[in-house]
C-alpha cells in the first residue's frame, strides 16, 4: 500500500489548515490509522489515531487542537489543525498504528510566528 499525504503549506500562527492522506489500497477498514510528523533534526511523532469505527486518540500537544478523521469510501484520512503554533512546524506522514506500512513523502508543514 503507497500512502500519499498532501495539504501542507506555510501558514501563520493561529492559522488552520487540513491534511489529507489517500492510501493506494482499502487498508483503513482494517487498521487503526495515525497522523505522525518529524520536525527537523527529531524523531518521528505519532500526533493522532484513529480507529475504523471512529474512536480517536491524541498526543497531549495537539488535543483541542486538531481533529482526526477518515473516509473508508476513499480510502483517505484527514487531519483537521486549528490554531496552529510554531512548534506544529514538521513533515506530516499517515500510516497505520504500527507503522507498517512504507512510508511516503510527508507533506510540509510550516507555521510561522
Known amino acids: 500500500v503507497q500512502l500519499q499525504a498532501s495539504g501542507g503549506g506555510l501558514v501563520q500562527a493561529g492559522g488552520s489548515l487540513r491534511l489529507s492522506c489517500v492510501a493506494s489500497?482499502?487498508?483503513?477498514?482494517?487498521?487503526?490509522m495515525g497522523w505522525y510528523r518529524q520536525a527537523a533534526g527529531k524523531g518521528r511523532e505519532l500526533v493522532a489515531l484513529?480507529?475504523?469505527?471512529?474512536?480517536?486518540t491524541y498526543v497531549d500537544s495537539v488535543k483541542g487542537r486538531f481533529t482526526i478523521s477518515a473516509d473508508m469510501t476513499r480510502n483517505t484520512v484527514y487531519l483537521q489543525m486549528n490554531n496552529l503554533v510554531p512548534e506544529d512546524t514538521a513533515v506530516y506522514y499517515c500510516?497505520?498504528?504500527?507503522?507498517?506500512?512504507?512510508w511516503g513523502q510527508g507533506t510540509q508543514l510550516t507555521v510561522s510566528s
Open positions: 500510516n497505520d498504528w504500527t507503522a507498517s506500512q512504507p
Open positions: 489500497g482499502n487498508i483503513f477498514s482494517r487498521n487503526v
Open positions: 484513529i480507529s475504523n469505527v471512529g474512536s480517536t
